[in-house]
């Protein structure tokens, strides 16, 4: 029996965020664990469970594109999943759901942004590694996560560039032109300033990026590190791109 009453209720909440009922026969020591950083304890935390809710979100991804798109090839299917079960679309999910209140973390942990993303993605996926045991079947997740993975699934097939701007920009750098794109990123002067004189996202995100082809500017990103600018200004440049040779 799950020993703190206060912590139960939050528990509780959380799950109810997630569709699913307080009566719902989840192991709370296990959801509670689900929740819990490396930076709180060493030992007692998620990183088991994480490792478990990897296989179950990467199972579930490929069950449900079967379903929906049977015509599709394998390759479409594995590149798909690749997008749904990447650390940025889980940490969206996380976010979304409103995990973040519930999970136990330290202040040295939460201090580095850049770190924010793999944190989110890796506790989303220790909550499912948490429900997928306390049944050991998908009954506590499928209910939920369905729809939301049915609505990306769908958005990335409509996208031609697959979310991956970056290798979309350079198959098309070298098809038109033979060579690659370079990027150039730096630190963004804007991060941490006054949001009243800048966008949010760019005052969020600490690193800029450029990318050009030669002497041509093609698109600027923002993101907070390094790799996630250089996909912004890739996706800048890639849509340009497209719009202007329709």
Request: with cysteine; proline share 5%.
């Amino acid at each position: 029996m799950f020993e703190d009453p206060r912590r139960k209720k939050q528990l509780e909440k959380f799950i109810q965020k997630l569709g699913l009922p307080p009566t719902a026969p989840v192991e709370w020591s296990l959801l509670d664990l689900a929740l819990t950083h490396p930076s709180i304890s060493r030992v007692e935390n998620y990183e088991q469970l994480e490792f478990v809710g990897d296989s179950v979100v990467r199972l579930i991804s490929a069950e449900l594109l079967l379903e929906i798109y049977p015509q599709e090839p394998v390759g479409e299917f594995a590149a798909v999943r690749s997008i749904l079960v990447s650390d940025r679309v889980l940490a969206e999910l996380a976010e979304y759901y409103g995990l973040e209140p519930y999970l136990l973390i330290g202040s040295n942990a939460t201090g580095n942004p850049a770190g924010r993303q793999s944190w989110l993605a890796d506790a989303f996926e220790a909550v499912l590694g948490a429900l997928y045991l306390s049944t050991h079947n998908m009954d506590l997740i499928r209910p939920w996560l369905d729809l939301t993975l049915k609505t990306r699934s769908a958005e990335v097939f409509s996208d031609p560039a697959r979310f991956n701007y970056k290798d979309a920009l350079q198959e098309w750098t070298q098809r038109k032109c033979k060579i690659l794109p370079e990027y150039q990123v730096k630190e963004n002067q804007a991060f941490q300033a006054s949001k009243a004189r800048a966008d949010e996202n760019i005052l969020n995100s600490r690193f800029v990026a450029e990318v050009w082809l030669k002497e041509r500017f093609l698109g600027r990103g923002y993101g907070r590190s390094k790799k996630a600018s250089e996909q912004s200004a890739a996706k800048e440049a890639f849509l340009s791109i497209s719009q202007e040779e329709r």
